[in-house]
């Protein structure tokens, strides 16, 4: 059996947003019915190190009956990368049959890992955002700011999409970039200073950011709103939101919360505070089965990426590759003769 080999590029050559968006939408309903199995990572890092932020590798891993595919992502997050003007994570991907135990695609994950993130966030808020929601506020201006511009007016007939960043020149860069691409042609794009002017008649809002200080507090959001919180690094030292928004929210929603529970700083945080139960979180497969409505108000989708979203994303990226006749076909290992 031949190993397909797919790069970043293409990852992003391959990608349409409609088809990936209902693949993550699939994945969690399949994680939502028990027919996908989704373990919670557990980290390696060298024990030497010290540093509260060390860097570590973390195996990312899961399954589905459906289509009998295994998944293993190893991704090192090393946040201090960011100081080296380098990125902070990278990542594999590798697909694996169930039956065989063949190696089907090795994917490099930085494409992969920021198109499911964005198409995750999408199927949350397809069914959380308020009805007419049509103005997002990005906070946040790097790729998979970006990337989630691009899956929302996919998706979504969006009149506003504003930026906030800490670097005033990156919400620029992402202005005048998505600025170039026909899909916003109908959309005003701005970029602001101001963060609680960026949040003003917001419906939609989406946190990008490695922030490990809260940028978010529930003064600064509107009545109605539906809110992403995408960005903290699977490790609970980072969060964009304090404990207060989760006390506000009216609806909280995880992709899945074994895993919030161990390595999100947002979630682990707020329950520290008793501003929201360690039951009360509700997984979005079950949102997207139905199970349970979006109340009026505030409602918070705080995700950290799971392992089953890139094994959805990995079939899904595998079979645009087949389609397309794109990729690398390789062999991994010499090919035996079956002994007679």
């Excluded at 990572?41 to 060390?54: E, G, K, L, Q």
């Excluded at 003003?200 to 992403?228: K, Q, S, Y």
């Excluded at 945080?269 to 997207?288: F, M, S």
């Excluded at 139905?290 to 890139?310: C, K, Y």
Aim: charged letters at 20%; one cysteine or more.
């Amino acid at each position: 059996m031949t190993t397909v080999l797919l790069t970043g590029e293409d990852c992003a050559r391959l990608v349409e947003w409609p088809g990936l968006i209902a693949a993550m939408r699939e994945i969690h309903l399949d994680h939502a019915r028990g027919v996908a199995i989704q373990p919670v990572p557990r980290s390696i890092r060298n024990p030497a190190d010290t540093d509260p932020v060390p860097a570590q590798i973390i195996p990312m891993t899961g399954y589905r009956a459906s289509t009998g595919g295994y998944v293993l992502k190893a991704l090192a997050d090393a946040p201090h990368n960011r100081e080296r003007g380098i990125p902070a994570q990278r990542s594999t991907v590798a697909l694996f049959s169930a039956e065989t135990g063949e190696c089907r695609a090795l994917i490099d994950g930085a494409v992969l890992t920021r198109t499911r993130t964005a198409a995750v966030t999408v199927a949350a808020t397809l069914a959380l955002a308020p009805a007419g929601a049509d103005v997002v506020t990005i906070v946040g201006a790097g790729a998979l700011a970006l990337e989630h511009a691009r899956a929302l007016v996919s998706a979504m007939p969006l009149r506003e999409i504003r930026f906030w960043s800490r670097t005033p020149a990156g919400s620029d860069t992402a202005v005048a970039t998505l600025s170039a691409e026909p899909a916003f042609a109908r959309v005003s794009l701005s970029a602001t200073t101001n963060l609680r002017a960026a949040l003003d008649g917001a419906g939609i809002v989406c946190t990008l950011t490695p922030a490990l200080d809260p940028l978010i507090t529930p003064d600064l959001l509107g009545e109605d709103v539906h809110l992403n919180a995408v960005g903290s690094p699977p490790r609970p030292l980072f969060r964009e939101l304090t404990p207060e928004v989760f006390g506000r929210a009216a609806l909280t929603v995880v992709d899945a919360l074994p895993i919030a529970l161990a390595e999100s700083g947002n979630i682990r945080d707020a329950i520290a505070a008793g501003t929201l139960a360690e039951t009360e979180p509700v997984e979005l497969g079950r949102i997207l089965a139905g199970e349970v409505a979006r109340p009026r108000g505030l409602s918070v989708f705080n995700s950290v990426g799971i392992g089953l979203q890139d094994l959805a994303a990995a079939e899904y990226f595998l079979g645009r590759s087949e389609a397309h006749e794109d990729g690398l076909q390789v062999q991994l290992r010499p090919v035996r003769t079956p002994v007679s």
